[in-house]
T-cell receptor, first 118, second 116 residues
């Protein structure tokens, strides 16, 4: 069975600085996808970034980027130039690829609460 | 564009009462639909998913059930609520394009259920 671990329950960062959130996962699959979701106080789950396991290049979305280390099964999220609006819970999630019988089910970590301080 | 609606936003129900949470998706056809639960201090756990009308798969044994009476409607139910059913319930959808699973899941705004 796949598992996702986020070892940092809470983190804080000063506005405009950079912060990295950690995520590790365990799977025997070779075809899968990894995601970071953001859940602000409104509780709406918002996709931040995704990574296909077959791609060696790390995904980037504006101020958000990942460090995907497939052999180490590590998938960290870097937030550059942190903004007050980045304050939220961040969840790392895993999904098996379609050829693994996936129906799009996501396996989530327990989340990291990020606070951006002015 | 596609949208997902989930209601009610909050609900307080006594132990032993029935439950019905509804989720509808607009702007797409034949989506995969999901119900997740988020307990306090924990991540999201998949409860049910559906790949088509009347097709429901359960991921964990529980006091809840799900139904999909229409293509874009997904309902979470219980005949008798337990205190342990309290939590934040999220509906989500994803879609297949040309037989390939679109990897992005879109979430509703959630329902906070408190069983008292």
């Amino acid at each position: 069975a796949q598992t996702v671990t986020q070892s940092q329950p809470e983190m804080s960062v000063q506005e405009a600085e950079t912060v990295t959130l950690s995520c590790t996962y365990d799977t025997s699959e070779n075809n899968y996808y990894l995601f970071w979701y953001k859940q602000p106080p409104s509780r709406q789950m918002i996709l931040v970034i995704r990574q296909e396991a077959y791609k060696q290049q790390n995904a980037t979305e504006n101020r958000f980027s990942v460090n995907f280390q497939k052999a180490a099964k590590s998938f960290s999220l870097k937030i550059s130039d942190s903004q007050l609006g980045d304050t939220a819970m961040y969840f790392c999630a895993f999904m098996r690829g379609q050829y693994g019988g996936s129906q799009g089910n996501l396996i989530f970590g327990k989340g990291t609460k990020l606070s951006v301080k002015p | 564009s596609q949208t997902i609606h989930q209601w009610p936003a909050t609900l307080v129900q006594p132990v032993g009462s029935p439950l019905s949470l509804e989720c509808t998706v607009e702007g797409t056809s034949n989506p995969n639909l999901y119900w997740y639960r988020q307990a306090a201090g924990r991540g999201l756990q998949l409860l049910f998913y559906s790949v088509g009308i009347g097709q429901i798969s359960s991921e964990v044994p529980q006091n809840l059930s799900a139904s999909r009476p229409q293509d874009r409607q997904f309902i979470l139910s219980s005949k008798k609520l337990l205190l342990s059913d309290s939590g934040f319930y999220l509906c989500a959808w994803s879609i297949q394009w040309g037989g390939l699973l679109n990897t992005e899941a879109f979430f509703g705004q959630g329902t906070r259920l408190t069983v008292v």
